[in-house]
């Protein structure tokens, strides 16, 4: 099941999907680049950092700020510093901090696929 971390205004802002759906996400191969929209809890990133290994590397975008800091700190005490970057920026609007990348996912929602990605 999805969990929900993150209430505003008694309306659910993000959460950490539901495992089945993530998995479902995760075909990424050794050493590739990837991109994921939609930090979350951070979790995501680290099964990433796993399944491209030492080789490989990962950026996350998440637009809420405090989110991203929060998730950065975590990865960075799990010990995936090295290989994964959160960045606080808006993965919609804004610019992906070092494409090209072999995959990218979204695990925020979206209302298209924009050209940039
Ligand atoms: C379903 S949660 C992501 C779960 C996450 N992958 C994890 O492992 O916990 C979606 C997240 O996307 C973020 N988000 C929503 N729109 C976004 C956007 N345009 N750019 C970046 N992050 C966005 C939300 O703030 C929320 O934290």
Do not use: C, F, H
């Amino acid at each position: 099941m999805p969990l929900v971390t993150r209430l505003r205004e008694g309306l659910p802002v993000s959460s950490s999907s539901a495992p089945t759906a993530m998995a479902r996400l995760l075909e990424v191969q050794p050493g590739q680049r990837v991109l994921e929209i939609g930090t979350g809890t951070g979790s995501n990133a680290a099964l990433l950092a796993e399944l491209v290994g030492p080789t490989g590397q990962v950026w996350t975008v998440e637009v809420e700020e405090e989110l991203a800091e929060q998730a950065r700190t975590r990865l960075q005490a799990a010990g995936y510093g090295a290989r994964v970057e959160v960045v606080a920026t808006d993965g919609w609007q804004g610019e992906t901090p070092a494409a090209p990348y072999e995959r990218l996912l979204a695990t925020a929602s979206v209302p298209g696929i924009p050209r940039r990605w």
